[in-house]
């Protein structure tokens, strides 16, 4: 088990493919114990989900940033001999998001298909909430498992009404440049509209 930087040193770690975002993460977390990827230790990008515990299980990597879901099946379902280090705590925790973007054209071009979309996606977020908590631990029912516990690792929690965290987007930004994901910060103030999910928190409400 990890008990310090220097335990880190000389291992291959794994990042899943995501966009970029969990690679990113790695890279802070070893960039806080003080070691650069490449020199004291390897990553190995762009691992698709469904092997990502095979590979660890057969030790081609010796750890990875993971998610909930998968960590627990490969302990639980195919029984890999892995073991938790720690959740996402060297972040900010709520970094750990999901935005909905539409290009500016299509908005601009069907804004009533986007206001069913997000209407949609309002409506199921109320209609979750209301969900007894053993109903939202349920496995198996896509979409349904929002309150999962395991090992003390969750999932992210919504907002009943789901405005953009322009402030997390930020963050996000630093960090992406930080561990050259992107060139420079943008302004995302012309990027992010809260009006359609404005009209969907005064429609579902009815």
């Known amino acids: 088990k990890v008990q310090g930087p220097e335990s ?6 794994g990042a899943r493919r995501s966009a970029g975002g969990d690679e990113v993460m790695l890279r802070e977390f070893l960039r806080q114990q003080g070691l650069q990827p490449g020199r004291d230790v390897r990553i190995i990008p762009d691992i698709q989900d469904d092997v990502f515990g095979e590979m660890l ?4 990597i010796d750890g990875a940033y993971g998610h909930v ?14 073991y938790i280090h720690r959740p996402l705590n060297w972040v900010n925790p709520e970094l750990s998001n999901s935005v909905l973007v539409f290009s500016k054209k299509f908005v601009a071009e069907n804004p009533e298909q986007v206001q069913k979309i997000v209407n949609a996606y309002v409506r199921q977020i109320r209609k979750e909430s209301r969900l007894p908590e ?18 003390g690792l969750n999932v992210p929690e919504y907002r009943l009404t789901p405005f953009v965290q322009t402030d997390l987007l930020n963050e996000w930004q630093d960090f992406l440049v930080t561990h ?8 995302l103030t012309d990027f992010i509209d809260h009006s359609f999910v404005q009209k969907a928190d005064r429609e579902t409400r009815l």
């Open 8 to 13: 880190l040193r000389g291992l291959k770690f």
């Open 57 to 60: 299980a057969a030790r081609q």
């Open 69 to 82: 879901l998968s960590i627990r099946k490969w302990i639980q379902k195919y029984k890999f001999p892995v």
């Open 134 to 151: 053993s109903v939202r631990k349920e496995r198996d029912l896509k979409g349904l498992e929002i309150a999962i516990d395991f090992e």
């Open 180 to 187: 050259e994901a992107l060139p420079k910060k943008v302004d």
